[in-house]
């Protein structure tokens, strides 16, 4: 079973890298095959006899067990077009992060590569599970090693920022258990025949805790000094993957079982998202370092997200998915970039950086590229994903686009600014002459997620037409467009009718 | 077979970006150059292919549409990467070709030495092959990526020279202001998408009608394409990026600046002039934009001192030539003041590229002077580029400017008015390019200039610099000869676009503006050549460029920084940070604990992550 295999390899690669007696290197190699491994896995859902059907909605790859068999509670796996993008992202960030972590020589080796392993398990299974109680379980057991990531391998200020990211996340993990407590006792904990609830004090339990973890404004306290303080691949993993998780938790579970809600919260969601979109970027406008501009941005990355799944038509949710993978891969490579830069001149702060480019064609290259990709320059993957996701707000009602527009300018304002302040003008006074260009084995983890953009760049339509499934309008029965056992969105013929079938 | 022409015209300066990029140091500097001038030059070459294959179509038969692959796609939407030859299309690709690969060419002489030569070609073909996708796009989102890529290219080859911080920041304002027009053209693609149900453009202009209907979004729709012109063609209000950009290499100031890239603007409002006449005083508003610039920009020229200022200023003055006339519906006209525009300004840049090359980088030309005897050749080449931009007869400006003078005429009292404009502007355009010839080349060589010719060899410039001037003298000279009223109008009959007039009054008002023209010459040689009057002071205002610069800082870029610094101190630090932070320290004391739980000992991580798991396991059991 393709499910099984992508959730039990990296947590049995886990326990063998934890056990295996040998120096940080091979220790490394092996975690770093495990990834490799589980790559391979995920490509061959795309091929074979059984492989993933993206016209149809029903559940894929489903695999299920009785667990709690009294409560109904299950070990219920299996994948739709959106989560096995989202499965994808996963192993290849934490590919890279794992890679990046073995080139940077990480000490405390065999827990260090453990606990990432174990952390790729755990967003597997939450990306797939289809019992509540299996998804809380994979995502409590995915906080737990982003805490000691943080805590042991992180920066002069660490705890301060665990502690934070405790908090904020604990509050919200707990609320949500409570809320799935509640919820599954009365409507049925698995989710591919629960019984879609239209009670909006559940809805705002379960969006709470989505809401810290994407994080979306005003509940974003943790998230500057996480990015901060955590070593650049935990903090690639931490904007990369696991902020996917909380909108993989609106759209799977906020959105679909509690379509009532949903409708009559839209307004203050998306209001939430657009004033974060903008708000992020005015921040990261001003953000004096790297990791900061890069924070901030993600920060408005996740709002522009949110404003698409609260748009709620085929083109902004397409658009969302794609996005998330898009911004999944960049902010993975901006944050491995503020390593190769941090490891070079031991600061990321703007005013102490400067002239990197001279000298340095590939880490200039590098910098540019992605640079250019993550402000959206039409054209790119992240453009695209963009534009989609505006598209369909603005189908929503054109004031939800607006702010996105002026976002896309303020974009262009930050990051131009981050990488001029890192590459041009006269050299910086932390920047040393002597200061290495890019080494092959960091141009080859940077390289590839580049490349993966580049590729999404030429044929965006892979992931936005993949994503959901069409279902035909007699199969649609709620205004979520979305029955419980299955995932798909209504079809329509052009977006000038979409407004009036809606 | 005009398909695969117009697939290998886009994709030939791709594969040579490619192969400067993948191939790095083994490359020579010179073998860079050599692979980005043919790999435009391919491209050149297929743009002829097509254009001789569409010829031998039937008028009415000259479009083609292919398509590659579906490039954004869901149920509801689905918008393909296609391309869309006919006529509109093959002028801008051979222009944009065929200038472009001189350009390039006259690159391998400019930037000989130059460090980090091999990215300057990379970018420069990148450059090429951004602007063949934007006028090859057969829909509006294809035309925004060309859009979006050619001011991408435009913003890494401004801060070419990375050191320069005046360089630097030209480039990222250039960006900047071209992003605030990309943003309104993705709200007009917005409104196409709800109104109109696709972006391609056949079906969007035969159904331009219905669009119609709908007086507000037409209008806005239009409203949003004419501020993404705007920004991209450098027009007031939108403009200030221009005369920064050139801080780029000179070539670059050719070829983006001046030929193809800024001349974008009049293209969009050509290609989809079905919407803007659906919009009647959008279309007015663009006429009106045209001969704003064109006389603002017009004067702010007269008095710059630094040599490609000037060109630059004048580039924008003539595109506002160029709106005025796409605004008052004369898109034939505005398209071959386009074409010969870039012909006689190609020539003018490359030329001064010349001049600068040879005095070690100076531009102030204040410092220049007597130039005509050590660079014969190249002062017939700014002869005949600036006589060609002042519209004198049988130069290339004359048969295309004087049409747009002549075109508005015709009409009520805006237009009239556009036409006294139109008319003003012809004579500040021979002040300002005959104060530039006279300054730089009559009179005497200062010893500063001698003293930097001495030092440069002296003289002209190497090959590979004066072949391609040498070229585009040839073109600024006989390139207006494909449209002579009364006897042939080979390019608008090309183009399918007519609105000639009646051709005694094309000629009589010909006269007249060559008559102004002529006048502004004879004042700027009484100035500046005979020096029999004194060069008048310049005024405040127009030193100060009309105080656009300074408006903009105070009104945007300062609130918005201040806004961003405010809400970071104020709202960020104190509300959002500091609320957990009580939370925090509470938890800090409990944290020694934890401090001690984390002794570095991996078995106690193990031990965390079971405790936590036992205690997900133990509410379990309490729920149960």
């Known amino acids: 079973m393709l499910t099984t295999s992508l959730i039990a390899l990296p947590l049995a690669g886990a326990l063998a890298v934890f056990l295996l007696p040998a120096s940080k290197e091979w220790v490394g190699s092996l975690a770093l095959a495990v990834a490799l491994a589980e790559l391979g896995l995920w490509i061959t859902g795309f091929f074979g006899k059984r492989q993933f059907d993206f016209g149809s909605a029903k559940i894929q790859f489903e695999q299920k067990h009785a667990w709690i068999s009294d409560l109904g509670i299950s070990y219920h796996v299996g994948l739709f077009g959106f989560s096995l993008w989202l499965v994808g992202l996963t192993v290849v960030v934490m590919t890279a992060a794992i890679a990046y972590g073995l080139w940077a020589g990480r000490e405390r080796a065999n827990a260090y590569y453990a606990l990432m392993l174990f952390l790729t398990g755990a967003v597997v299974c939450v990306f797939t599970a289809q019992d509540l109680i299996l998804f809380y379980v994979a995502y409590e057991a995915m906080m737990i090693p982003l805490y000691v990531l943080i805590g042991v391998w992180g920066g002069a200020r660490r705890l301060q920022a665990t502690f934070k990211f405790v908090a904020y996340t604990m509050a919200g993990s707990l609320l949500m258990f409570a809320t799935i407590v509640v919820y599954g006792i009365s409507h049925g904990f698995d989710l591919t025949s629960a019984q879609q609830s239209g009670s909006v004090w559940l809805f705002l339990g379960f969006a709470a805790a989505f809401t810290v973890k994407a994080p979306l404004f005003p509940l974003h306290g943790w998230l500057a000094d996480a990015y901060r303080e955590s070593p650049p691949e935990v903090a690639a993993v931490l904007s990369g993957v696991v902020s996917k998780v909380a909108i993989f938790g609106f759209l799977r579970i906020a959105l679909t079982q509690f379509p009532g809600p949903t409708h009559d919260l839209r307004t203050l969601f998306l209001t939430l998202s657009a004033v974060g979109l903008v708000y992020g970027s005015l921040l990261a406008f001003r953000a004096p370092d790297v990791r900061g501009i890069v924070a901030y941005s993600s920060l408005a990355q996740m709002s522009l997200i949110g404003l698409g799944v609260f748009s709620q038509n085929e083109l902004s949710l397409s658009g969302s998915v794609l996005q998330m993978v898009n911004h999944g891969l960049i902010s993975t490579a901006l944050f491995l970039l503020a390593g190769v830069i941090e490891m070079r001149t031991h600061t990321g702060a703007l005013a102490r950086l400067g002239g990197m480019a001279r000298g340095r064609p590939i880490l200039a290259s590098l910098i540019v590229s992605i640079g250019v990709i993550s402000l959206a320059v039409p054209g790119s993957n992240a453009f695209a994903g963009e534009f989609m996701i505006l598209a369909g707000a603005f189908q929503r009602g054109w004031g939800w686009a607006i702010p996105g527009l002026v976002a896309m300018v303020l974009a262009a304002m930050y990051m131009l600014r981050l990488i001029s302040a890192v590459l041009h003008r006269e050299l910086g006074e932390s920047v040393t002459k002597k200061a290495p260009d890019v080494r092959p084995a960091e141009l080859c983890v940077i390289g590839a997620l580049l490349a993966a953009m580049l590729a999404l760049s030429v044929w965006p339509a892979a992931i936005s037409k993949r994503s ?5 309008q007699t199969q649609t029965t709620s205004a979520s467009s979305s029955t419980p056992a299955q995932f798909g969105l209504a079809c329509v013929p052009s977006p000038s009718s979409t407004e009036q079938t809606r | 077979m005009i398909a695969a022409a117009a697939w290998v015209c886009l994709l030939a300066p791709l594969v040579g970006v490619l192969a400067i990029a993948l191939s790095g140091n083994r490359l020579s500097r010179r073998a860079a150059g050599y692979l980005a001038t043919s790999s435009t030059a391919v491209a050149f070459a297929a743009a002829i292919v097509a254009f001789a294959l569409t010829l031998s179509h039937a008028a009415g038969n000259r479009r083609t549409t292919t398509t590659a692959f579906s490039w954004i796609e869901t149920h509801a939407l689905n918008v393909k990467l296609d391309l869309f030859v006919d006529p509109l299309s093959l002028v801008m690709m ?23 030569e091999r990215r300057y070609f990379a970018y420069i073909a990148f450059f090429v092959f951004s602007m063949l996708l934007l006028v090859e796009a057969a829909n509006f989102l294809v035309l925004l ?18 050191d320069r911080p005046s360089a630097i920041a030209a480039a990222k304002k250039a960006f900047v202001m071209n992003a605030i027009g990309d943003a309104a053209m993705v709200l007009a693609i917005f409104l196409l998408i709800q109104h109109a149900g696709t972006l391609d453009f056949v079906p969007v202009f035969a159904n331009a009608g219905l669009l119609g209907m709908n007086t507000w979004v037409v209008n806005i729709i239009a409203a949003s394409l004419l501020v993404g012109a705007v920004a991209k063609s450098a027009q007031i ?61 017009g004067a702010i020229a007269l008095v710059q001192t630094d040599i490609k200022r000037v060109i630059a200023y004048s580039t924008m003055s003539q595109i506002g030539y160029m709106f005025l006339a796409a605004g008052i519906g004369a898109y034939g006209a505005a398209m071959f003041h386009l074409v010969t525009h870039a012909f006689f300004k190609a020539l003018l840049f490359l030329a001064a590229g010349v001049v600068i090359h040879a005095l070690g980088g100076e531009q102030d030309m204040r410092k220049m002077g007597g130039l005509r005897k050590r660079m014969p050749r190249t002062f017939i080449a700014m002869l005949i580029g600036a006589g060609a931009l002042a519209g ?15 075109l508005a005429f015709s009409g009520g009292v805006y237009d009239k008015m556009l036409f006294a404009a139109a008319l003003v502007g012809v004579l500040l355009t021979a002040l300002y390019s005959f104060r530039m010839l006279f300054l730089v080349f009559s009179g005497e060589e200062s010893k500063e200039t001698h003293k930097q010719l001495a030092k440069h060899r002296g003289g002209e410039g190497p090959g590979w610099m004066m072949w391609p001037v040498a070229v585009l003298a040839l073109l600024a000279l006989v390139g207006g000869w494909l449209q002579i009223p009364g006897a042939w109008h080979l390019f608008s009959d090309f183009l399918g676009r007519g609105g000639s007039l009646a051709v005694t009054r094309e000629w009589l008002l010909s006269a007249v503006s060559v008559a102004v023209a002529l006048g502004g010459v004879w004042i700027t040689w009484t100035i500046y050549s005979a020096r029999t009057q004194k060069a008048p002071r310049a005024p405040k205002a127009l030193v100060e460029k009309l105080y656009f610069d300074r408006a903009y800082d105070l009104l945007f870029y300062r609130p918005a920084v201040l806004l961003a610094h405010r809400l970071a101190s104020l709202f960020e630090q104190q509300v959002i940070e500091r609320s957990v932070e009580e939370v925090g320290t509470g938890a800090l004391r409990g944290g020694r604990v934890a401090a001690a739980i984390q002794n570095g000992l991996a078995r106690s991580y193990v031990l965390l992550v079971a405790a936590g798991a036992s205690l997900v396991l133990l509410l379990f059991l309490i729920f149960r």
């Open chain 2, 145 to 162: 990526v060309g859009w979006g890529l050619v001011g991408l290219s435009s913003y890494l080859l401004i801060g070419f020279w990375q």
């Open chain 1, 468 to 472: 959901f499934a069409c279902l035909d």
């Open chain 2, 392 to 406: 004198l007869p049988p130069l290339a400006g004359f048969f295309s400017k004087d049409a747009i003078v002549a």
């Open chain 2, 94 to 116: 051979l222009v944009v070709s065929g200038v472009g690969t001189l350009i390039v060419a006259y690159s391998i002489g400019y930037m000989d030495g130059e460090d980090e």
């Open chain 2, 237 to 297: 209000p939108l403009h200030t990026w221009l005369p920064d950009a050139m801080e780029g290499p000179t070539p670059v100031s050719a070829l983006i600046h001046a030929a193809t890239m800024v001349t974008a603007g009049v293209y969009l409002i050509v290609r989809t002039h079905p919407l803007f006449e659906q919009a009647p005083h959008v279309q007015q508003t663009v006429a009106g934009i045209g001969a704003v610039t064109l006389l603002a920009t």
